[in-house]
């Protein structure tokens, strides 16, 4: 039995729970252009691909208007499990930046309302992807 998605016991009215392609590696995630640091085209690509994945998601969700409501009123949690090709070549916190900034920016949410994280690292060779699950933070 595989270990849970996340510690925070997501239903579809109240977290949104998905299965992401493995983000760029930071070194691909950003370009120098003229000294300033930008989103590179890969990370660009990416956030793209998570925002109609996000989108996709929520048209298939009978709760999204209230799914949306709490997530944008809320302070949040985020899990975010990753399943990495091999256990050396990439750091668990490498792809938490451009992966939270893309789920948050395709919900239409600001990405400091996050107040909660947890991170793993997984290997799966054949099937690399990042599992995450946004939800409103358990109350202190």
Known sequence: MP???????PTESHAVALTLPV?????HQYATVNGRRLLSSAGRAYK??????????LAQSAHRAV??????SEWLALSVR??????LRRDV???????????CEGLGINDNRIVETHLYKH??????????????APSS
């Open 3 to 9: 270990a849970p998605l996340s510690p925070l016991l």
């Open 23 to 27: 983000p760029p590696s930071v070194n």
């Open 48 to 57: 793209a691909q998570v925002g109609q994945l996000v989108w996709l998601k």
């Open 67 to 72: 799914l949306l409501a709490r997530l944008r």
């Open 82 to 87: 990753f399943y990495f090709t091999s256990a």
């Open 93 to 103: 916190d490498g792809g938490l930046k451009i992966a939270q900034d893309a789920l």
């Open 123 to 136: 290997i799966d060779k054949d099937n690399p992807r990042i599992e995450v699950c946004l939800a409103p």
